[in-house]
């Protein structure tokens, strides 16, 4: 994979620790837009009302978090660049509107999957830092290309593990796919 202009790879066997960038929101299949079509014009259309049900989902997991509290950058007020695509879109196009739910996108993990190691749309993975767990879903998106990170989570995963993007961060398959995803408590 590209990093600047010097090609390189790496080889992660899970689980594994490492740093994950903040990644900015996805369209989830209830994200409308006033332009009729299924993706944002901008890299802002429409992201308040992302935003504002992202909280409350959150909010059942975390009540006394704020809105301003957990949108405090720029950046989490935005949706993914479009990189070649749509604002807000993954790697995989345009089934990501019908399938990404709000309740999984706000639990989001993206890694540089090597096309052969990408996992099926839909994964689930454990990550745990600071005695805290969560189930994040993958498959929808590959990146970041930076070598100083092995993936990217939203701003609700930094947040409920207490962690920002130096932080490491546990990674392992989840063993029961049919957990939902967002917090868990381990034994």
Same mark, same amino acid.
């Given at each position: 994979m590209?990093?600047g202009n010097?090609?390189w790879q790496r080889?992660?066997?899970l689980?594994?620790?490492g740093?994950f960038?903040?990644?900015?929101h996805?369209?989830?299949?209830?994200?409308?837009?006033?332009n009729?079509?299924?993706?944002?014009?901008?890299?802002?259309e429409?992201?308040?009302?992302?935003?504002?049900?992202?909280?409350l989902l959150?909010q059942?997991?975390?009540p006394?978090? !704020?809105? #301003?509290?957990l949108?405090?950058?720029?950046w *989490?007020?935005e949706w993914?660049?479009?990189e @070649?695509?749509h604002?807000? %879109?993954?790697?995989?196009?345009?089934v990501?509107r019908?399938?990404?739910?709000?309740?999984?996108e706000?639990?989001?993990m993206c890694?540089?999957w090597?096309?052969e190691?990408?996992?099926k749309?839909?994964?689930?993975?454990l990550?745990?830092?600071?005695?805290?767990?969560?189930?994040v879903?993958?498959g929808?998106e590959?990146?970041?290309?930076?070598?100083d990170?092995?993936?990217?989570? !939203?701003? #609700?995963?930094?947040?409920w593990?207490g962690? *920002?993007?130096?932080s490491?961060?546990?990674? @392992?398959?989840?063993?029961n %796919?049919?957990?939902?995803?967002?917090?868990?408590?381990?034994?």
């Amino acid at each position: 994979m590209p990093y600047g202009n010097t090609p390189w790879q790496r080889t992660i066997n899970l689980p594994t620790s490492g740093r994950f960038v903040e990644e900015n929101h996805y369209i989830t299949q209830s994200d409308k837009f006033d332009n009729l079509v299924p993706w944002p014009k901008t890299i802002t259309e429409n992201i308040q009302q992302h935003l504002q049900r992202s909280f409350l989902l959150y909010q059942s997991f975390d009540p006394k978090m !704020t809105f #301003e509290e957990l949108y405090s950058k720029k950046w *989490n007020k935005e949706w993914t660049p479009e990189e @070649g695509g749509h604002f807000g %879109q993954g790697s995989v196009g345009e089934v990501q509107r019908s399938e990404l739910t709000p309740e999984d996108e706000m639990w989001f993990m993206c890694m540089m999957w090597a096309s052969e190691s990408k996992p099926k749309r839909g994964t689930k993975f454990l990550l745990t830092a600071n005695n805290k767990s969560v189930v994040v879903i993958a498959g929808y998106e590959t990146g970041p290309s930076s070598k100083d990170h092995i993936g990217g989570i !939203t701003r #609700e995963v930094h947040a409920w593990l207490g962690t *920002n993007p130096n932080s490491l961060i546990k990674v @392992g398959l989840l063993k029961n %796919q049919e957990q939902k995803t967002g917090p868990v408590v381990c034994k």
